[in-house]
């Protein structure tokens, strides 16, 4: 993945489409990953995988891991978007240092890079200032000293 753009936060939504976050997390066949600023946003890449799960949620058979080569393939990404994760590959991601948010239903991909957005230029939520203190991403502050 290349370098995040300074002051950028990097921001992975889960897609079968590219223009639609409509995707579980194992059964995504693209990430879009983003760098996003309270100003503007640039797609950073597209990562792309053939062997997605079904969303039936039988179990893989042992050495079957599709999770972790999806991982590997976003460190680097501070949020992760997505429709639904399982509890093992939440906590695979967790150890990563991306943070997943499970978005109850589809929407545009330009409606939760603006979300992500206004909640940048607006007061984080804590969980938020935690992700953007992690990565490298002052918050803009208000300054009460006199400049005299």
Same mark, same amino acid.
């Given at each position: 993945?290349?370098?995040?753009?300074?002051? $950028?936060?990097?921001?992975?939504?889960?897609?079968?489409?590219?223009?639609?976050?409509?995707?579980?997390?194992?059964?995504?066949?693209?990430? $879009?990953?983003?760098?996003?600023?309270?100003?503007?946003?640039?797609? +950073?890449?597209? +990562?792309?995988?053939?062997?997605?799960?079904?969303?039936?949620?039988?179990?893989?058979?042992?050495?079957?891991?599709?999770?972790?080569?999806?991982?590997? $393939?976003?460190?680097? @990404?501070?949020?992760?978007? @997505?429709?639904?994760? &399982?509890?093992?590959?939440?906590?695979?991601?967790?150890?990563?240092?991306?943070?997943?948010?499970?978005?109850?239903?589809?929407?545009?991909?330009?409606?939760?890079?603006?979300?992500?957005?206004?909640?940048?230029?607006? @007061?984080?939520?804590?969980?938020?200032?935690?992700?953007?203190?992690?990565? &490298? +991403?002052? /918050?803009?502050?208000?300054?009460? /000293?006199?400049?005299?």
């Amino acid at each position: 993945m290349t370098d995040r753009r300074a002051g $950028a936060l990097r921001v992975a939504i889960a897609t079968q489409d590219m223009t639609n976050l409509n995707a579980h997390f194992g059964s995504a066949k693209r990430f $879009a990953v983003y760098d996003v600023t309270r100003e503007e946003w640039h797609l +950073v890449e597209a +990562v792309a995988f053939d062997d997605v799960s079904d969303e039936s949620g039988k179990r893989r058979t042992e050495g079957d891991d599709r999770v972790t080569p999806k991982v590997e $393939a976003l460190k680097g @990404c501070h949020l992760l978007f @997505c429709l639904a994760i &399982g509890g093992p590959s939440a906590a695979k991601v967790i150890s990563a240092k991306i943070h997943p948010i499970k978005v109850p239903q589809p929407q545009t991909i330009q409606e939760v890079l603006l979300r992500t957005q206004m909640m940048l230029r607006t @007061c984080p939520p804590p969980w938020l200032r935690k992700v953007l203190a992690e990565a &490298g +991403v002052a /918050e803009k502050k208000p300054s009460f /000293e006199d400049e005299d």
